[in-house]
């Protein structure tokens, strides 16, 4: 057991530095630096963490994180987001519980154009939250669309996270991407039926009211204008990695292009928002580097100690089979998604995870994908998921963080149940991927 020193000493220092405040990266660094001399060789080891740094970063599958970060808040801080909710709105009509599929549908269109979860839920709920309320719809058919659409963003391309992930975890980004389109279309299916369910039990949950009647040119008319174009954002991002005509990163640039044709076209662009939209993702880029480049030396020094080894090898003398051990690992996330954000996450468990699936020979898209839909849930369970809190925002005040998370709860299940699902039926994760393949 000489490797469980080394193991709770570094996992164990992250996790308290963290507790007592401290932000991921600083915690990280610190962990590093006490590690290097521990069992790196000391000052040798930090002049080897400094050295470690640009190749960390100078990684092109991580080139289209900040460019998906572009595309996203230039989306939303045009007000071109706007515009597909209204003409959402026009074409639900009148069917019970609209608002709450409005919610959902704008938040699937987003996720496919913005590739954040907090930015899509942030939106939803600034936005729908006070429709619905002010209509008397009940809190979970009010908030529990809004986490089911930012949830969305985590698994329908292009996913910031999911680049995270590919870069991290040494796993094609391009499938990555591409796997979760399948995955994320059954959840939108879903979690649209599982509104009807809830309005068909209680129809009191969403009540109807008058709507403006509209013909169906209009509707058809507000669809063309305000949410077709957006297709083609859909397209420059990921048709053309499944086409084979581009690489992720050159489909993030396509995607950013596209969205400055589309600001010209709706006569929204300006100096102002392009500026904010670069402020906006450089913050978040440089942030996301930083963590980088400390979980680089972090992965180095728990292989270098033993630690790695010995709980891979301690893992599989357990025999629980490849199945028993893909449970235990999304056990492991579900439990830490509680206390910990998503980027946290994996850095302390791809370094673990990721030999013993090489072990198991799992699919590294597939088991990808399903680690993608287990820190997903972790946004929306208490205490600490940061869309809860994102929510509970611009919820009224005296709004209680349990009522928020019950209204979360079917959706987390249903997000359980499509883990399940792929674990089961791999080429539901697999098959546009083998598509791609040459």
Not at 288 to 303: D, H, P, R
Request: proline fraction near 6%; aromatic fraction near 10%; charged fraction near 5%.
């Amino acid at each position: 057991m000489d490797w469980l020193y080394p193991f709770s000493f570094l996992i164990g220092s992250i996790l308290v530095l963290m507790g007592l405040g401290l932000p991921v990266a600083f915690a990280f660094f610190a962990t590093n630096i006490a590690g290097l001399f521990l069992f790196f060789g000391g000052a040798r080891g930090v002049t080897q963490m400094v050295s470690n740094f640009s190749d960390a970063i100078t990684t092109y599958a991580l080139a289209p994180l900040p460019m998906f970060l572009v595309m996203g808040s230039l989306f939303f801080r045009s007000g071109l987001g706007e515009r597909v909710i209204q003409a959402l709105d026009l074409a639900v009509g009148n069917l019970r519980g609209r608002l709450s599929l409005v919610t959902l549908g704008a938040g699937a269109v987003f996720a496919a154009l913005s590739g954040s979860s907090l930015a899509n839920a942030g939106m939803m709920g600034s936005l729908m939250a006070p429709e619905m309320l002010k209509r008397n719809y009940k809190p979970h058919m009010a908030y529990g669309p809004i986490l089911g659409a930012g949830s969305l963003a985590v698994v329908i391309p292009p996913s910031a996270l999911a680049v995270l992930l590919g870069s991290l975890a040494e796993i094609n980004v391009g499938a990555l991407l591409i796997a979760g389109i399948i995955p994320g279309l059954i959840l939108m299916v879903l979690f649209v039926g599982l509104i009807f369910v809830q309005t068909g039990i209680d129809p009191e949950a969403a009540p109807q009211y008058p709507v403006p009647q509209v013909s169906g040119w209009t509707k058809l008319r507000a669809v063309s204008l305000n949410i077709l174009p957006m297709s083609f954002l859909v397209f420059c991002v990921v048709g053309t990695i499944i086409l084979g005509i581009a690489t992720p990163t050159e489909s993030a640039a396509l995607g950013c292009m596209g969205v400055v044709v589309l600001l010209l076209v709706y006569r929204k662009f300006s100096w102002a928002v392009i500026w904010r939209s670069l402020d906006d993702a450089m913050k978040v880029t440089a942030m996301t580097f930083l963590i980088i480049t400390a979980s680089t030396t972090f992965s180095q020094i728990f292989a270098f100690s033993g630690a790695s080894n010995g709980f891979i090898s301690t893992i599989t003398g357990i025999d629980l089979g490849p199945y028993g051990v893909l449970l235990m690992m999304i056990v492991v996330i579900l439990v830490l998604g509680m206390f910990m954000d998503q980027v946290s996450m994996m850095l302390i468990t791809i370094p673990l995870f990721m030999p013993i699936a090489q072990l198991y020979h799992f699919d590294p898209v597939w088991f990808g994908l399903m680690l993608l839909l287990a820190f997903e849930v972790g946004f929306v369970t208490p205490p600490f998921g940061l869309l809860l809190y994102i929510v509970l925002g611009v919820a009224p005040a005296g709004t209680s963080l349990r009522t928020i998370a019950l209204s979360a709860a079917p959706y987390v299940c249903l997000t359980l149940f499509l883990i399940f699902l792929i674990a089961m039926v791999p080429q539901l994760a697999l098959f546009l991927p083998n598509m791609m393949a040459p």
